[in-house]
């Protein structure tokens, strides 16, 4: 199915990964040499590199001089009882799994990286049908970190279809938007503010708890195709060039292509590839207001209110001034119900002292 390297030094392990890989169908080069593992990258050019080591810094001091494009993801195999300090690398997807575990877990998370490489290698469009269906089999996401934690109780309701856990495709998607918002220009925590003005706008809309569900998720992952552009697009100071800007503007295609990838949900999907259409019908794909799906327009709202009081490249403004330049921005960039929505949350409210008689 896949180019896998593994990287460890103990020939038992190496050996016991190599087998268990291939039960999958993978074809799987061994580099027992940490110092040499990266050179076994670019020859091999996998589509994922597994590293069982007991010196995850060592490892890392071999991975950079990456290739052009997006760089194999890497999963650390660990000992449970280890501590572990999360990484990140602004130029590579870092996942882990801690030993012990099981086959269908390391496999299923195994695939579930594979197919981000895949997604965004290819550039794929997105699809509604899943040619590789999961498997019936439940379990929920053993998410860590803030963002993950959030992410497994909005994630695992989704029902898989085939042999391998749910569980793990849900981690890689907490895991890939974590590290999208990471790279991101916004300060930590972008998207879990997103995900919190959207609640507030759903309750001043009313909507079901089905809608609300739906938009949760997708507020959590929104940005989630961010993962496949370069930092200097990112952080770039100043309107984008035309070509930058066409870059720019596949983050949402992607985004919805990798969630469909790994736990596909048609609603979600498209709050996620519809959320920068706007009312004027000068959005990203230039839409009809009215073919473009309620969540897509909350999520609209929230994202640019967060973007005005939190961006790391252009100038920021305090939440009073935000809110003023929402109601400016009123069914012309943004959809008046949602901005009405959530001004009324956030607008200061005047302190009411009640006056007590004198006794």
Same mark, same amino acid.
């Given at each position: 199915?896949?180019?896998?390297? $593994?990287?460890?030094?103990?020939?038992?392990?190496?050996?016991?990964?190599?087998?268990?890989?291939?039960?999958?169908?993978? %074809?799987?080069?061994?580099?027992?040499?940490?110092?040499? +593992? %990266?050179?076994?990258?670019?020859?091999?050019?996998?589509?994922?590199?597994?590293?069982?080591?007991?010196?995850?810094?060592?490892?890392?001091?071999?991975?950079? #001089?990456? =290739?052009?494009?997006?760089?194999?993801?890497?999963?650390?195999?660990?000992?449970?009882?280890?501590?572990?300090? /999360?990484?990140?690398?602004?130029?590579?997807? *870092?996942?882990?799994? @801690?030993?012990?575990?099981?086959?269908?877990?390391?496999?299923?998370?195994?695939?579930?990286?594979?197919?981000?490489?895949?997604?965004?290698?290819?550039?794929?469009?997105?699809?509604?049908? +899943?040619?590789?269906?999961?498997?019936?089999?439940?379990?929920? @996401?053993?998410?860590?970190?803030?963002?993950?934690?959030?992410?497994?109780?909005?994630?695992?309701?989704? $029902?898989?279809?085939?042999?391998?856990?749910?569980?793990?495709?849900?981690?890689? @998607?907490?895991?890939?938007?974590? +590290?999208?918002?990471?790279? /991101?220009?916004?300060?930590? #925590?972008?998207?879990?503010?997103?995900?919190?003005? !959207?609640?507030? *706008?759903? /309750?001043?809309?009313?909507?079901?708890? %089905?809608?609300?569900?739906?938009?949760?998720?997708?507020?959590?992952?929104?940005? &989630?195709?961010? $993962?496949?552009?370069?930092?200097?697009?990112?952080?770039?100071?100043?309107?984008?060039?035309?070509?930058?800007?066409?870059?720019?503007?596949?983050?949402?295609?992607?985004?919805?292509?990798?969630?469909?990838?790994?736990?596909?949900?048609?609603?979600?999907?498209?709050?996620?590839?519809?959320?920068?259409?706007?009312?004027?019908?000068?959005?990203?794909?230039?839409? /009809?207001?009215?073919? $473009?799906?309620?969540?897509?327009?909350?999520?609209?709202?929230?994202?640019?209110?967060?973007?005005?009081?939190?961006?790391?490249?252009?100038?920021?403004?305090?939440?009073?001034? @935000?809110?003023?330049?929402?109601?400016?921005?009123?069914? &012309? =960039?943004?959809?008046?119900?949602?901005?009405?929505?959530?001004?009324?949350?956030?607008?200061?409210?005047?302190?009411? *002292?009640?006056?007590?008689? !004198?006794?």
């Amino acid at each position: 199915m896949a180019n896998v390297l $593994v990287v460890a030094p103990n020939r038992e392990q190496a050996k016991d990964m190599r087998s268990l890989l291939r039960l999958d169908g993978h %074809h799987v080069a061994v580099e027992r040499s940490v110092e040499r +593992w %990266h050179g076994a990258e670019r020859e091999m050019r996998p589509e994922l590199v597994v590293a069982h080591s007991d010196s995850t810094s060592a490892i890392l001091r071999h991975a950079g #001089g990456q =290739s052009r494009g997006f760089p194999a993801p890497l999963l650390f195999i660990h000992r449970e009882e280890e501590f572990f300090n /999360d990484t990140h690398l602004n130029d590579r997807l *870092i996942d882990r799994i @801690a030993s012990p575990f099981t086959d269908v877990e390391l496999l299923a998370r195994v695939d579930a990286l594979i197919r981000v490489k895949q997604v965004i290698q290819k550039d794929v469009a997105v699809r509604r049908a +899943w040619d590789e269906p999961r498997s019936p089999n439940r379990s929920e @996401a053993k998410a860590s970190g803030g963002l993950m934690r959030r992410l497994g109780g909005l994630l695992n309701r989704r $029902v898989p279809q085939s042999q391998l856990p749910l569980g793990p495709y849900l981690e890689v @998607a907490a895991r890939v938007a974590d +590290w999208a918002d990471s790279r /991101d220009a916004f300060e930590p #925590g972008h998207a879990e503010r997103v995900t919190t003005f !959207c609640a507030m *706008i759903a /309750d001043g809309l009313g909507l079901s708890p %089905h809608e609300i569900s739906c938009l949760l998720r997708a507020a959590m992952l929104h940005d &989630i195709g961010k $993962v496949a552009l370069p930092l200097d697009i990112l952080h770039h100071q100043g309107p984008l060039e035309d070509g930058q800007m066409r870059l720019m503007r596949t983050h949402t295609r992607r985004g919805a292509a990798i969630l469909n990838a790994l736990d596909p949900d048609p609603e979600v999907n498209d709050t996620i590839l519809y959320h920068h259409e706007r009312p004027d019908g000068t959005g990203y794909y230039e839409r /009809d207001a009215n073919d $473009v799906p309620r969540a897509a327009k909350v999520l609209a709202v929230a994202e640019v209110f967060d973007a005005m009081t939190s961006s790391k490249v252009t100038q920021t403004v305090d939440a009073t001034q @935000a809110l003023g330049l929402l109601k400016k921005s009123r069914g &012309i =960039s943004l959809d008046p119900d949602c901005v009405d929505a959530l001004v009324d949350k956030l607008r200061p409210r005047p302190k009411v *002292i009640p006056l007590v008689p !004198c006794i």
